[in-house]
T-cell receptor
């Protein structure tokens, strides 16, 4: 079972920031938070991951609360091509690629 | 250049047949995976190989047999196909230790069993 909880769907206006929340209240100290997305009919795509510090890359920012029980993925300027299912995954380094995908959040970016 | 490529992309076959899906990665990764996405869109790991050695084998019927001839290839052979095997099968690869959660997925192979 997935160890994360995400809203099933969200809308965002094109050009605005998309903030996708995730709850992971049972996360362990050695587990990372990973985000993936799956654009329709494509394979999942890695976005970003973090342990406890906030992270930023060319795709997104990841904000993790101090208690690590929740996080937010931020797409700073959403485009129509960002419409996808976004998965928040808690993953320990010992689990070697065994990602537990939940249902994710379907983000619809609207013009 | 496609990093993780799968063939075929689409496969339609009859119940009882045997079929294979091939996967190749050109990223130089040590670990490769097969994931299955069912009709309800749940993605679940099936197998993982590290340097041609099986390291993850989830509860998958033994009609499914992965084969890794070298670390750049991981094929999936399915015997005696059943209706419930209809799904999209994704191959993935990762660098391994230290990048355990950063997987690169292929585009998927949609299998339809009639």
């Amino acid at each position: 079972d997935a160890k994360t909880t995400q809203p099933p769907s969200m809308d965002c206006a094109e050009g605005r920031a998309a903030n996708l929340p995730c709850n992971h209240s049972t996360i362990s100290g050695n587990e990372y938070v990973y985000w993936y997305r799956q654009i329709h009919s494509q394979g999942p795509q890695y976005i970003i991951h973090g342990l406890k510090n906030n992270e930023t890359n060319e795709m997104a920012s990841l904000i993790i609360t101090e208690d690590r029980k929740s996080s937010t993925l931020i797409l700073p300027h959403a485009t129509l091509r960002d419409t996808a299912v976004y998965y928040c995954i808690v993953h320990g380094s010992s689990n070697t690629g065994k990602l537990i995908f939940g249902q994710g959040t379907t983000l619809q970016v609207k013009p | 250049d496609t990093a993780v490529s799968q063939t075929p992309k689409y496969l339609v076959t009859q119940m009882g047949n045997d079929k294979s899906i091939k996967c190749e990665q050109n990223l130089g990764h040590d670990t490769m995976y097969w994931y299955k996405q069912d009709s309800k869109k749940f993605l679940k790991i099936m197998f993982s190989y590290n340097n041609k050695e099986l390291i993850i084998n989830e509860t998958v019927p033994n009609r499914f047999s992965p084969k890794s001839p070298d670390k750049a290839h991981l094929n999936l052979h399915i015997n005696s196909l059943e209706l419930g095997d209809s799904a999209v099968y994704f191959c993935a690869s990762s660098q391994g230790t230290g990048y355990a959660g950063e997987l690169f997925f292929g585009e998927g192979s949609r299998l339809t069993v009639l």
